[in-house]
């Protein structure tokens, strides 16, 4: 039997000695982080599933943890990337400068993980909160830029003290730091700020607007081969902290009947939703093909707090399979982006072109993870996506809806930029000599993550059984499934139906292609260009600025996030400078006075 | 004399099912095709006629196809300079099989009124391998129309065999191409 | 469910032949609309076996492997298109997203397959196309989020037996606005002018299809006479009111398909900003006008 703090303490101490065994040769310790991963991640699953994890504390004072089905999901999924993540790392260990401090944060951010969604107690919860954002925050600049850690702390560090004031407002009223008797017996006004407090954290740390300038900047910064965690795992306790803020507070607020929702929660709807659409707009635009992954995380975050607002089952399910769904499609993309980086050093879609020649693998796994996030049949995307559908057209929230299709059709406009610009078009001459496909210890894990995505698509029905217990625990009625259908308000769907007969129609495609007569092979320069005479590649290769008449549209109004940020820095700077100049100016009369003056006033209150 | 009522049926060869197979090909080729009009000459002004409601092309199947991939006919209008010459191989060799040639004027017959010019080359028929040609300077349309009727009436007859002779007798039009243009293909950008 | 499979694959054919008849019979009218005589009926059945008997060439295994997706994605959606209420592969499971999204794979596909020829009009092709599909998807899903909340079903065959219900009129009355954006987005979906932007013949000789030649753009032909079926097929059954029997479906799918003909004939060919603008602006207001009035107000005719 496994237990969770056994788990927590292995990994404390296997980080330890990650870092002494990468001092003595890098490849060992990153071996020694697969093993300790994988090991974590396997117990986890095998005894998480059935809820047969052990929740005593024998070592750790203070402590204690709490299995609930809904950590349960949310741990599963993290630890999985994390482990399959770490077969990456004795690839890239080398380009770091503190390899050692590498191996051992990435351990001891996962026993933060762990911690965090095992507990049932809301101060631990900070606590473990705060581990993850200090081992990431260190690991961040060993990438490419050092202020993208700051950005990242500094919106992690005010969603983590909005979560804790709003955890003091419940102690004041509960009495106690439970998790779960704390919530439901929140009433009245302190409803509403615990509320809001939990919702600000949850923003941060999913990256949804307005609190998403940071998922740029530290996800394309970040390391390679930390970028799929980020982005995959770790905004996953943004979502962790929305569920418990949607769903288990009741703030009073009005409800609006023509569409039978709270408005505090059509407010939440509203901000989700604008997510989404700026996530697309600004995706649409990027060179940089890790940055263009980032916002679709802001995008598809955007869904997630769409699904979570509706106060409506069919809702919930869809937006647990999405977060499902969405870490395993986006830890497959940006893992095939981090493969393409360490063969040719770069990732900005400007500057190569024809990858798919020499490394056909890497494009698949690439290809499957963008027909998940697309929300295309028959990989999983499409099953979330088409429930969080059901549910916002049988409320029938039009304004929402307008922004889930158009976040929908424009996902498949960023996604299919780096295919073409990166992968596809015309064989750039100075990769045609160097690139070689990725090592067979990089494929495992990306080819794994692809056979995961298609079976989310095709069989989700195990699935679901577990969600539905989460659903069940949440108190909601479960979605209606049965073995191969899923059961929405107005159709019904049957995912192994589609995967089948999608496959029956390409192999007639294929029995009409073979039948014909075959084609002589020619290579990429000869085509058609009028009649011209071409001899350089770069010239016949379209990837600069791809969607250009789209991004001229809206070209002028993309900097008012973060010119509004940047004055808001700017208001609070002057705030400094104006009490410096007040109270701590060069004269020791003034400092002096003002010392007196305020002491005087204290004291008038306690005195008198 | 002796009876049929006993006798089997024939089995038909191979070359015969072949035959058979490449006649019902040339029934969907020859009612079905479409030009990619190199205007290179004057005569292509009798083009937009031949393509619009005076004198329908369409109604034979042929029409207008923006690249040579997708396109049957190459159609030659008019007189060929040197430089064009280079470019009209080159799209000629990157056509799909089977394709057809059609010059119209007399400058590819002969060379026309710019016979004696040292820029126009005067036997198109030396280069590439042309099916129909549509003499006149230049020809009226009902000739133009007249001259696709023909190359479908050659497709039926199978004697459109352009593309297979170009094949066969590869190193003939090559040594020709050579001797009037030096190279086909310009070995780099700076040159024409 | 091998007699269903069967049933699917008879539709997929059905409808190939259909469209492919409805727009050599179209090609004929519009000559006869410019004072000529126009090609046989049976004109694109030519073009199409024409191309599958010539030998081209193929950039790689990403060309040829995209077409069969591409081709094998659209036969595996028309398969679940229903014809009249009892001629239908799959019943119950006709759901309206499906179809959207199982058409995407098959754009997905060919897109796939257009880039990987290496040529940068190809690219600029499936951009434009893409676009065009960002442009003209949201005004037509707020309609059908209508129709869909309306009717309490979102399969076709649910959708065409609610409007021949007793009392309730088709969709292109009861919502007339919301038909109006119907027909414009179907003149998106079909690429016919003026959003026939991604082919653009003259601007970028001919968008995606640049590079292809014989069987592959044969079997791109196919997809695309396949991808009119599906789409024209669903305007059919969401606003004309779906068909008992096979014979009016005959009649309602000609009828829309040509009066969209006879409409993108007169017209030019928009660039793309103008595009993406126009579906922006009067086609998405009167979406979600038709929507408030029809939701909120039940205002339905």
Redesign the interface.
């Known amino acids: 039997m496994a237990s969770i703090e056994f788990l927590i303490l292995l990994l404390v101490a296997s980080s330890l000695i990650a870092y002494l065994l990468t001092k003595v040769n890098s490849f060992l310790g990153s071996v020694f982080t697969i093993f300790a991963s994988m090991f974590v991640f396997v117990s986890l699953a095998a005894y998480g599933f059935n809820a047969t994890l052990v929740t005593d504390v024998l070592y750790l004072p203070g402590f204690t943890f709490g299995y609930t089905y809904l950590g349960a999901f949310f741990a599963i999924i993290v630890a999985f990337v994390y482990a399959m993540v770490s077969f990456f790392h004795p690839y890239f260990i080398d380009h770091y400068k503190y390899k050692n401090a590498y191996n051992m944060l990435f351990l001891l951010s996962l026993a933060g993980v762990l911690g965090a969604f095992f507990t049932d107690n809301f101060l631990q919860l900070f606590f473990f909160f705060e581990l993850i954002v200090w081992s990431t925050m260190f690991l961040i600049p060993l990438g490419k830029s050092k202020s993208a850690a700051v950005s990242y702390f500094a919106y992690s560090a005010a969603g983590s003290f909005a979560m804790l004031f709003g955890i003091f407002v419940m102690r004041a009223q509960v009495g106690s730091f439970d998790m779960t008797l704390g919530l439901s017996s929140l009433t009245g006004t302190n409803a509403i700020i615990v509320y809001v407090s939990f919702l600000i954290a949850a923003f941060a740390k999913l990256g949804v607007f307005p609190l998403h300038l940071w998922l740029p900047i530290a996800h394309g910064n970040a390391p390679h081969p930390f970028s799929p965690v980020l982005s995959g795992a770790l905004v996953k306790l943004g979502a962790f902290v929305a569920v418990l803020a949607l769903i288990r507070i009741t703030p009073a607020s009005g409800l609006i009947t023509a569409i039978n929702l709270p408005f505090a929660h059509y407010i939440v709807a509203i901000l989700g939703a604008m997510s989404i659409v700026f996530g697309t707009l600004m995706a649409i635009r990027e060179d940089d093909a890790k940055k263009l992954l980032a916002y679709s995380s802001m995008s598809h975050g955007g869904y997630i707090i769409v699904a979570f607002s509706l106060l409506d089952s069919v809702a919930y399910a869809g937006g647990f399979y999405h977060i499902l769904a969405h870490a395993l499609a986006s830890a497959g993309a940006f893992m095939a982006i981090a493969a393409v980086a360490r063969q040719t050093g770069t990732t900005k879609m400007s500057e190569l072109g024809g990858i798919i020649h020499k490394m056909p693998i890497t494009y698949i796994v690439y290809l499957v993870a963008i027909i998940s996030m697309a929300g295309i049949p028959p990989m999983g995307g499409f099953i979330s996506k088409w429930l969080i559908f059901q549910a916002v057209i049988d409320k029938g929230l039009i304004f929402i809806a307008v922004a889930l299709f158009f976040g929908s059709i424009g996902s498949f406009l960023y996604v299919f930029r780096p295919l073409a610009a990166l992968f596809l078009g015309q064989e750039l001459p100075q990769f045609k000599k160097t690139v070689k496909e990725a090592p067979i210890l990089m494929l495992i894990p990306m080819v794994i993550i692809t056979l995961l995505n298609i079976y989310t698509g095709v069989l989700p029905n195990q699935l679901f059984g577990f969600i539905n217990r989460i659903i069940g625990e949440l108190g909601f009625a479960p979605l209606v499934t049965s073995t191969f259908e899923i059961n929405g308000y107005n159709g019904i769907i049957n995912p192994a139906l589609i995967a089948g007969i999608f496959g029956f129609g390409v192999v007639i495609a294929f029995i009409i292609f073979i039948s014909l007569k075959k084609s002589k092979q020619v290579t990429l320069m000869e085509t058609y260009t009028a009649a011209n005479f071409i001899h350089t590649e770069e010239l016949l290769h379209y990837s600069v600025d791809f969607y250009a008449p789209l991004e001229r549209l809206y070209a002028k109004y993309i900097h008012i996030m973060t010119n509004f940020f940047d004055s808001l820095a700017n208001k609070v700077k002057e705030l400094g400078r104006l009490s410096k100049y007040v109270f701590m100016s060069k004269y020791v009369e003034v400092a002096i006075f003002w010392i007196v003056a305020i002491t005087a006033f204290l004291l008038w209150g306690e005195i008198l | 004399m002796k009876s049929t009522k006993f006798t089997p049926a024939r089995k038909l060869t191979k070359e015969e099912i072949d035959r058979k197979w490449w006649e019902i090909?040339d029934f969907?080729?020859r009612?079905?095709l479409w030009m990619l009009m190199y205007c290179t000459g004057c005569c292509a002004i009798e083009l937009p006629p031949a393509m619009?409601?005076a004198y329908?092309m369409?109604?034979?199947?042929m029409g207008p196809?923006?690249?040579?991939?997708?396109a049957?006919i190459l159609l030659i209008s008019g007189y060929l300079s040197v430089k064009s010459l280079r470019?009209?191989i080159?799209?000629y060799e990157?056509?799909?099989?089977?394709k057809y040639v059609v010059g119209l004027g007399s400058c590819p017959i002969n060379g026309g009124i710019y016979h004696d010019s040292h820029a126009v080359i005067n036997q198109l028929d030396q280069y590439i391998p042309v099916d129909t040609y549509v003499s006149g300077c230049m020809p009226n349309t009902e000739s133009v129309m007249n001259g696709f009727v023909d190359l479908m009436e050659q497709i039926k007859n199978k004697t459109a065999n352009g593309w297979v002779k170009y094949k066969e007798n590869n190193e003939w039009y090559k040594s020709n191409q050579k001797a009037a243009l030096g190279e086909v293909?310009?070995h780099?950008?700076f040159h024409e | 469910m091998i007699v269903n499979i069967l049933i699917g694959f008879g539709i997929a054919v059905l409808g190939f032949v259909l469209q492919t008849s409805v727009a050599g019979v179209n090609r004929k009218i519009i000559g006869r609309l410019q004072k000529r005589y126009g090609p046989k009926w049976y004109q694109e059945f030519l073009d199409i076996f024409k191309l599958l008997s010539k030998r081209s060439i193929s950039h790689g295994w990403i060309f040829d492997f995209g077409v069969i997706m591409a081709l094998g994605g659209i036969i595996a959606t028309a398969m679940f298109m229903p014809i009249t209420n009892t001629f239908v592969a799959f019943a119950g499971y006709d759901n309206f997203f499906i179809f959207v999204y199982l058409l995407a794979v098959g754009m997905l596909g060919m897109a796939m397959s257009a880039s990987g020829s290496g040529n940068p009009l190809a690219s600029i092709g499936v951009m434009r196309a893409l676009t065009t599909m960002l442009a003209y998807e949201v005004p037509f899903m707020i309609v059908i989020l209508t129709v869909i909340k309306l009717s309490n079903t979102s399969s076709m065959v649910g959708i065409g037996e609610f409007q021949r219900a007793l009392g309730n009129n088709w969709f292109l009355i009861a919502l007339p606005l919301g038909g109006i954006v119907a027909v414009i987005s179907l003149m998106g979906m079909l690429g016919k002018k003026p959003f026939e932007t991604y082919i653009a013949p003259a601007e970028i000789a001919s968008g995606p299809m640049v590079e292809y030649g014989g069987k592959q753009l044969g079997m791109l032909f196919i997809m695309h006479e396949i991808t009119v079926f599906i789409e024209v097929s669903l305007f059919v059954h969401i606003f004309l009111g779906g068909a008992s029997n096979i014979f009016i479906f005959l009649i309602k799918y000609f009828v829309v398909y040509t009066v969209v003909n006879l409409i993108s004939n007169v017209n030019g060919r928009f660039k793309i900003d103008q595009v993406v603008k126009f579906y922006y602006k009067w086609p998405l207001i009167m979406a979600v006008t038709q929507a408030i009035i029809a939701i909120y107000f039940g205002w339905v005719i």
């Open positions: 090909g969907f080729r009612n079905s619009t409601s329908d369409e109604r034979l199947g196809m923006a690249t040579p991939r997708q049957d470019r009209v080159y799209t990157q056509m799909s099989e089977p293909i310009i780099d950008e």
